[in-house]
Each structure stands twice: as structure tokens, then as C-alpha cells.
């Protein structure tokens, strides 16, 4: 299986702040690297596939990046919806693992 | 709009089984794979079982295989998950999930259903 780790495990923010969260997979896995969000009593939201694709309708502050095994999301201008758990997850291989998430706090 | 709505969840006692419904509109249904992920309370996600459009392959966890069984019905657009043998560790919300034809990615999800096992 290819596990998936995530840092931080949180953090803290302010509204209008720029945050970056880091994934990392146990091997390479070719930008097969989704980011999703969710808010609390919710179900999780795609933001990003393929690495860096944006999915529609998401806004233009959060942008996804990197290759290999290291990938990375940035939120910028944090908005107050933005507070929540991010969660990346491979679709390299099966089984298709997430990390164990990441949740975006008010400082 | 793209809707999918879960329903069977409930309480159930150890070693009992239990079926996941998943009626899905808004799209159209035999073009899609379609999984189950499982959320336990206050935890992370943890993809459960997959399906292929006409069902022909099916792929599950380690920690559900040969006790779970993923199905669907085209002709009723409606995805079923059966669950046997049922363990304290798979209580869980139980999200029904459409995966696109892009990259495979997971959108969208349905509310999710809860399943509680204990005696």
C-alpha cells in the first residue's frame, strides 16, 4: 500500500493569511494526487486533481503543486470557509489511500 | 444536478451484517466507477470498496475484504454496499462516492450514511 503523510497536522491562521500544506507519498506516484476539503458536519469537496488541476467552481486561491512523491497546497488570502481539514489522497494505485489530513484553524 | 443519497446506515450488534444503499441522479450512471469511504467518527477517510461501470471488476481494503461486498444496479442507478461480520471498528460514516473520467479523482460525495456496531 502507499502510504500517504501530511504535515502539519495542523495549523493556525488568520483571515487574509497564506497557508502551505505538504503531502508526501511512500513512493512516486506520477502526480495522482488529489486534494480535497472538508468542513465540519460536512462531506469532503474536491479542490485539486491531477497535482495541479484546479476543479471547477473552486476559487483561485488554492493552488496545488509538485511531483514525485512531494506534493504541496496553497491557500492564499485565507477566507473564513477556508477553515477546515484538507485531506490529499493517491490514485496511483490501489488501495487509494488519503493522508491522515491536515485542519486549518483561526489563530 | 449531481446527487447521490445514502441510506441503510443504523446500529447493529457484532458479527451481524448490514446493506448500503446509494441511489444516485443527475448523471449518467453506468459510465461511472463508483466506491464507498469510510469516515469514523472524528478521524480520517479510509476508501472502503470500488466498483467499475458495468460492475464487472470490484476491488476492496484489506480491512473489509471477504466481508464486504460492493454492488449496483444500472438499471436503478443505485450502488449497494453489503456488510457482514460486522466489527466495532467499522463504525463509520459510510460516504457513496462517483469517480470522474479525468484522473479518477472522487467527486462528488453523498452526505454519508452512519453505521454504528456495538453490543
Known amino acids: 500500500d502507499i502510504q500517504m503523510t501530511q504535515s502539519p497536522s495542523s495549523l493556525s491562521a488568520s483571515v487574509g493569511d497564506s497557508v502551505t500544506i505538504t503531502c508526501r507519498a511512500g513512493?512516486?506516484?506520477?502526480?495522482?494526487l488529489n486534494w480535497y476539503q472538508q468542513r465540519p458536519g460536512q462531506p469532503p469537496k474536491l479542490l485539486i486533481y491531477g497535482g495541479s488541476s484546479l476543479q471547477s467552481g473552486v476559487p483561485s486561491r488554492f493552488g496545488g503543486g509538485g511531483s514525485g512523491t512531494h506534493y504541496t497546497l496553497n491557500i492564499s488570502r485565507l477566507q473564513p470557509e477556508d477553515f477546515a481539514t484538507y485531506y490529499c489522497q493517491q490514485r496511483y494505485d490501489s488501495p487509494w489511500t488519503f493522508g491522515p489530513g491536515t485542519k486549518v484553524e483561526v489563530k | 444536478e449531481v446527487k447521490l443519497v445514502e441510506s441503510g446506515g443504523g446500529l447493529v450488534r457484532p458479527g451481524r451484517s448490514l446493506r448500503l444503499s446509494c441511489a444516485a441522479s443527475g448523471f449518467i450512471f453506468h459510465d461511472y466507477g463508483m466506491h464507498w469511504v469510510r469516515q469514523a467518527p472524528g478521524k480520517g477517510l479510509e476508501w472502503v470498496s470500488g466498483?467499475?461501470?458495468?460492475?464487472?471488476?470490484?476491488d476492496y481494503a484489506d480491512s473489509v475484504k471477504g466481508r464486504f461486498i460492493i454492488s449496483r444496479d444500472n438499471g436503478k442507478q443505485s450502488l449497494y454496499l453489503q456488510m457482514n461480520s460486522l466489527k466495532p471498528e467499522d463504525t463509520a460514516f459510510y460516504y457513496c462516492?462517483?469517480?470522474?473520467?479525468?484522473?479518477?479523482?472522487?467527486?462528488?460525495w453523498g452526505q454519508g450514511t452512519l453505521v454504528t456496531v456495538s453490543s
Open positions: 462516492v462517483k469517480e470522474t473520467t479525468r484522473e479518477g479523482e472522487f467527486d462528488p
Open positions: 513512493q512516486t506516484i506520477s502526480s495522482h
Open positions: 466498483i467499475t461501470p458495468n460492475g464487472d471488476d470490484r
